[in-house]
């Protein structure tokens, strides 16, 4: 789960970690006035509370110099939509906009805490080019990345920390001040569970280091100890998500229009696959679990039929431990329940598969039934189209 | 021969006792695997499906000689029950189950290179490992499996089964079936299974099923030029995903450039694998592609 950059501003406030004097997040342009009274001396910068990067280049972050100019910054951008690099061609409503006093900025740094999946463990990644995307400076000045791998028990040793400011060219005078906020930052990511922490910029101002900007992503694997974490709304994922989450249905919401109902995540991407091999275009990615039973099944249905796109559903389990027999009967039970609008094409394959599709067949529901993945996909496809 | 397991290998489960465990356990005794008892804290001294049940892991390899342990422990506790096997000197570990957070496996990883150099661990989140005929630890249904001379090695769970069914209808049997998992932070990656593959002799053949995220098949790609012979097969899920959301598995996310279908399959093609693009064409493509020696 990704964190607002406010929400992690708080987080690394209450450790402690410098960050420009904090004026508040707002949610309507006239709340400003009482900001700008507060926090007397500009500048202020205002920015957007969307949970993307590239805010600054798609105008969500802004520095204003008077108080006219704050208030008018407020009230262009709050429901401002949004496109950055990061939303792939969606956009996002900007309903929060967090107001900060400007600081001095003498140098920006770039600094992370992330998992890398190759050596098994976290790593700080660092460099003296801050500012910049850290794929853009991957790209284009690889040397100037450090990285630097983690013990996943001692995190950041100080030693380690004041090496790593001599790598990065910290002045002298401002070797403890980097090295309290990166070994506070690394310990923050170990004991809070996260999969994602980077600071863009850490600037060096006259008074030492400040951090400009924070994103936190959450490991969800580990949300059942920290329920600071665990009781905050996903605003990311769509309501359809939210719900499928409940009851322990992995849901993805996509363009297309053929429902997917899946055991297993790596087949439902392969059946996704299938579909869009074939012609077709998925609506969504769902894994009903290796624990799939009537109920399951009945949950999943009800949430890919929320999506209004959908033209045909297609049903692809691989019986493993789940029985194909349960399945239709699961699938015959909620068809008796609700009213299906739009045509279902089911391939059972594994365990009990032909006392499946029997029980299928002799009901005398309307089905498509199918024997292989290829065929079923063929058959959505043409379904959608209105061809069978 | 095979990789992994055998005949001979004697199996404890952790987490014997409960409904997963249980369940699981009782298929892998009835496939004929040799599960010589099991772990829960609290019940030892028992007896579980006519098996000793033990307090401890390190009680019961010295009681069952075991060398095998098998992980359906809930998520919270599932990594600390995989640095007690490996403390225990349990040389596979087999962790099925699935939401460990990252963490956990970083520091049971870690504990395991410094106080247990022996153990290998596969998984978690993964289906487990089977050598038809002869052994199963694992959840997979075993009836679709069919002893021959495919070395099948993927991070999915009923993708593999998929495979596995359609190379068995095809009337091509599996050397050993490896399920990695589907987590961040893998015991054993690709790279380390198919150099299994590579030196086992009953394995002519190689079928890798990857997903989208990081880089394990990329890495796979540069280990399969450098140094193997056998033929591979690779089939990559996620073509149609889109970029920057999760498919179900936690290392299932295309995170900027990295990790993309198009790069996976750009790096395993160069380095010489058949690229199977069809997932339903899996079996058919082995078969059109491969002959083996002994049949």
């Given at each position: 789960m990704k964190l607002l950059e406010y929400e992690g501003k708080e987080i690394f406030r209450s450790l402690k970690v410098p960050l420009p004097e904090f004026g508040g997040v707002i949610d309507k342009p006239a709340q400003i006035n009482s900001i700008l009274k507060r926090l007397k001396k500009g500048p202020w910068v205002l920015k957007a509370q969307v949970l993307a990067g590239g805010r600054g280049k798609a105008g969500g972050v802004k520095l204003a110099k008077t108080p006219a100019e704050a208030r008018a910054f407020a009230k262009a951008m709050i429901g401002m939509k949004m496109a950055t690099h990061q939303t792939h061609g969606q956009t996002l409503k900007v309903e929060q906009v967090l107001v900060e006093q400007g600081v001095k900025i003498e140098k920006e740094f770039y600094f992370s805490v992330a998992i890398d999946r190759k050596i098994g463990s976290p790593v700080v990644i660092a460099s003296s080019q801050g500012g910049v995307e850290i794929e853009t400076l991957a790209a284009e000045h690889p040397e100037q990345i450090i990285k630097k791998p983690l013990d996943p028990v001692f995190g950041l040793l100080p030693f380690a920390a004041r090496a790593l400011a001599f790598e990065l060219g910290v002045p002298a005078g401002h070797i403890a001040s980097f090295s309290q906020v990166a070994t506070t930052l690394v310990k923050l990511f170990i004991d809070k569970d996260m999969s994602l922490l980077e600071v863009n910029p850490l600037v060096l101002t006259p008074k030492g280091f400040v951090a400009l900007d924070a994103k936190i992503v959450t490991d969800d694997n580990a949300l059942f100890r920290h329920t600071d974490f665990s009781k905050r709304v996903d605003i990311e994922a769509s309501p359809a998500e939210r719900e499928a989450k409940k009851?322990?249905?992995?849901?993805?919401?996509?363009?297309?229009?053929?429902?997917?109902?899946?055991?297993?995540?790596?087949?439902?991407?392969?059946?996704?696959?299938?579909?869009?091999?074939?012609?077709?275009?998925?609506?969504?990615?769902?894994?009903?679990?290796?624990?799939?039973?009537?109920?399951?099944?009945?949950?999943?249905?009800?949430?890919?039929?929320?999506?209004?796109?959908?033209?045909?559903?297609?049903?692809?389990?691989?019986?493993?431990?789940?029985?194909?027999?349960?399945?239709?009967?699961?699938?015959?039970?909620?068809?008796?329940?609700?009213?299906?609008?739009?045509?279902?094409?089911?391939?059972?394959?594994?365990?009990?598969?032909?006392?499946?599709?029997?029980?299928l067949d002799r009901s005398g529901t309307r089905l498509i039934t199918a024997s292989s993945l290829w065929e079923a996909a063929q058959k959505s496809v043409a379904a959608t189209g209105g061809k069978i | 021969m095979s990789i992994l397991l055998n005949k001979d290998s004697r199996i404890i489960v952790q987490g014997f006792t409960g409904s997963a465990g249980s369940f699981h356990a009782g298929k892998c005794i009835e496939y004929g695997s040799q599960i010589v008892g099991g772990v829960t804290p609290g019940r030892g001294g028992t007896t579980h499906l006519d098996r000793p049940v033990f307090n401890t892991v390190e009680e019961a390899v010295k009681k069952t000689a075991a060398n095998v342990s098998l992980i359906f422990v809930p998520a919270p506790a599932a990594a600390d029950s995989v640095m007690e096997a490996g403390k225990a000197g349990i040389s596979l570990i087999i962790c099925i189950t699935e939401g460990i957070p990252v963490l956990d496996m970083a520091k049971a990883k870690q504990f395991l290179k410094t106080h247990a150099p022996q153990a290998r661990l596969i998984g978690p989140n993964c289906p487990g490992v089977i050598t038809p005929d002869e052994c199963k630890a694992g959840i997979m249904p075993g009836y679709i499996h069919k002893k021959g001379p495919i070395?099948?090695?993927?991070?999915?769970?009923?993708?593999?089964?998929?495979?596995?069914?359609?190379?068995s209808q095809k009337g091509l049997g599996q050397s050993t079936v490896v399920g990695i998992g589907g987590d961040p932070i893998p015991g054993s990656s690709f790279v380390d299974i198919l150099d299994l593959f590579e030196r086992d002799p009953q394995t002519e053949a190689i079928v890798m099923i990857g997903e989208i995220g990081g880089s394990a098949e990329e890495d796979a790609a540069a280990f399969y030029k450098a140094r193997m012979k056998k033929p591979l097969f690779i089939f990559i899920a996620g073509k149609s995903a889109p970029p920057g959301r999760r498919m179900g598995h936690a290392g299932a996310i295309v995170e900027g450039s990295a990790g993309t279908h198009a790069s996976k399959i750009e790096a395993l093609k160069s380095a010489g694998a058949t690229v199977i693009e069809n997932l339903s064409e899996i079996g058919s493509t082995v078969a059109r592609n491969f002959k083996p020696v002994v049949a």
């Open positions: 009851h322990d249905i992995s849901y993805v919401g996509l363009d297309g229009n053929i429902g997917c109902m899946v055991n297993g995540a790596g087949l439902a991407m392969g059946t996704m696959d299938t579909i869009a091999l074939a012609g077709g275009s998925p609506a969504n990615f769902l894994d009903v679990g290796g624990a799939a039973n009537q109920e399951r099944v009945e949950r999943a249905f009800k949430i890919i039929l929320k999506d209004p796109k959908v033209k045909t559903i297609l049903v692809n389990i691989f019986g493993g431990i789940v029985r194909c027999d349960m399945i239709a009967e699961g699938i015959l039970a909620v068809l008796k329940k609700m009213k299906l609008q739009v045509p279902l094409v089911v391939r059972l394959e594994g365990t009990n598969s032909e006392k499946g599709r029997e029980i | 070395g099948l090695v993927s991070r999915s769970g009923t993708l593999t089964y998929e495979a596995v069914h359609q190379l």
